[in-house]
Nanobody, 113 residues
Framework: QVQLVESGGGLVQAGGSLRLSCAASGGGFRFNAMGWYRQAPGKQRELVARISIGGSTNYADSVKGRFTISRDNAKNMVYLQMNSLKPEDTAIYYC???????WGQGTQVTVSS
Protein backbone atom coordinates (compact mmCIF):
# COMPACT_ATOMS: atom_id res chain seq x y z
CA GLN A 1 0.00 0.00 0.00
CA VAL A 2 3.04 2.27 0.16
CA GLN A 3 3.14 4.93 -2.52
CA LEU A 4 5.92 7.45 -3.11
CA VAL A 5 5.51 10.35 -5.53
CA GLU A 6 8.41 12.63 -6.43
CA SER A 7 8.13 16.15 -7.79
CA GLY A 8 10.31 19.19 -8.38
CA GLY A 9 12.60 17.99 -11.13
CA GLY A 10 13.32 20.04 -14.20
CA LEU A 11 15.92 21.81 -16.30
CA VAL A 12 18.37 24.15 -14.58
CA GLN A 13 21.65 25.83 -15.51
CA ALA A 14 24.90 24.84 -13.85
CA GLY A 15 25.24 26.61 -10.53
CA GLY A 16 21.49 26.73 -10.00
CA SER A 17 19.26 25.07 -7.44
CA LEU A 18 16.28 22.74 -7.29
CA ARG A 19 14.28 21.25 -4.45
CA LEU A 20 12.87 17.77 -4.92
CA SER A 21 9.90 16.61 -2.88
CA CYS A 22 8.60 13.14 -2.12
CA ALA A 23 5.12 12.53 -0.76
CA ALA A 24 4.61 9.22 1.03
CA SER A 25 1.32 7.48 1.67
CA GLY A 26 0.23 4.11 3.01
CA GLY A 27 1.50 4.45 6.56
CA GLY A 28 4.77 3.75 8.28
CA PHE A 29 6.60 6.89 7.19
CA ARG A 30 7.85 7.95 10.60
CA PHE A 31 9.06 4.42 11.41
CA ASN A 32 11.45 4.15 8.47
CA ALA A 33 14.55 5.76 7.10
CA MET A 34 14.17 7.59 3.78
CA GLY A 35 16.56 8.19 0.96
CA TRP A 36 17.24 9.65 -2.45
CA TYR A 37 19.00 7.75 -5.22
CA ARG A 38 19.79 8.78 -8.77
CA GLN A 39 20.45 7.00 -12.02
CA ALA A 40 22.21 8.58 -14.99
CA PRO A 41 22.17 7.07 -18.49
CA GLY A 42 24.47 4.06 -18.69
CA LYS A 43 25.15 4.03 -14.95
CA GLN A 44 23.82 2.06 -12.00
CA ARG A 45 21.46 3.62 -9.50
CA GLU A 46 23.49 5.23 -6.72
CA LEU A 47 22.78 6.55 -3.25
CA VAL A 48 22.64 10.34 -3.04
CA ALA A 49 21.43 10.92 0.52
CA ARG A 50 19.80 9.10 3.41
CA ILE A 51 17.98 10.28 6.53
CA SER A 52 17.26 8.09 9.53
CA ILE A 53 14.14 7.88 11.66
CA GLY A 54 15.83 10.19 14.14
CA GLY A 55 17.03 12.65 11.51
CA SER A 56 20.68 11.75 11.13
CA THR A 57 21.92 12.07 7.55
CA ASN A 58 24.58 10.78 5.23
CA TYR A 59 25.54 11.79 1.70
CA ALA A 60 27.49 10.60 -1.27
CA ASP A 61 30.89 12.28 -1.40
CA SER A 62 29.99 13.84 -4.74
CA VAL A 63 27.13 15.88 -3.23
CA LYS A 64 28.42 16.72 0.26
CA GLY A 65 28.18 20.42 0.94
CA ARG A 66 25.79 20.96 -1.96
CA PHE A 67 22.73 18.79 -1.22
CA THR A 68 20.60 18.59 1.93
CA ILE A 69 18.06 15.89 2.75
CA SER A 70 15.30 16.62 5.24
CA ARG A 71 12.00 15.14 6.37
CA ASP A 72 8.73 16.43 7.77
CA ASN A 73 7.08 13.60 9.66
CA ALA A 74 3.88 15.58 10.24
CA LYS A 75 3.40 15.85 6.47
CA ASN A 76 4.89 12.48 5.44
CA MET A 77 7.32 14.35 3.19
CA VAL A 78 11.00 14.08 2.41
CA TYR A 79 12.98 16.70 0.51
CA LEU A 80 16.26 17.06 -1.31
CA GLN A 81 17.58 20.59 -1.60
CA MET A 82 20.15 20.68 -4.40
CA ASN A 83 22.45 23.70 -4.71
CA SER A 84 25.43 24.49 -6.93
CA LEU A 85 24.22 21.97 -9.46
CA LYS A 86 26.66 20.51 -11.97
CA PRO A 87 26.04 18.84 -15.34
CA GLU A 88 27.17 15.54 -13.79
CA ASP A 89 24.17 15.74 -11.44
CA THR A 90 21.90 15.07 -14.42
CA ALA A 91 19.92 11.91 -13.68
CA ILE A 92 16.56 10.52 -12.73
CA TYR A 93 16.15 10.98 -8.99
CA TYR A 94 14.23 8.38 -6.99
CA CYS A 95 12.73 8.59 -3.52
CA UNK A 96 12.91 5.44 -1.40
CA UNK A 97 11.29 4.38 1.88
CA UNK A 98 13.22 1.90 4.04
CA UNK A 99 15.91 2.50 1.46
CA UNK A 100 15.77 -0.10 -1.25
CA UNK A 101 12.43 -1.58 -0.21
CA UNK A 102 9.96 0.90 -1.71
CA TRP A 103 10.53 3.26 -4.64
CA GLY A 104 8.88 6.20 -6.31
CA GLN A 105 8.62 6.55 -10.08
CA GLY A 106 11.44 9.08 -10.32
CA THR A 107 11.77 12.68 -11.43
CA GLN A 108 14.16 13.95 -14.10
CA VAL A 109 16.83 16.51 -13.23
CA THR A 110 18.79 17.99 -16.12
CA VAL A 111 21.64 20.44 -15.53
CA SER A 112 22.92 22.34 -18.55
CA SER A 113 26.45 23.71 -18.88
Amino acid sequence: QVQLVESGGGLVQAGGSLRLSCAASGGGFRFNAMGWYRQAPGKQRELVARISIGGSTNYADSVKGRFTISRDNAKNMVYLQMNSLKPEDTAIYYCTLAPGKYWGQGTQVTVSS
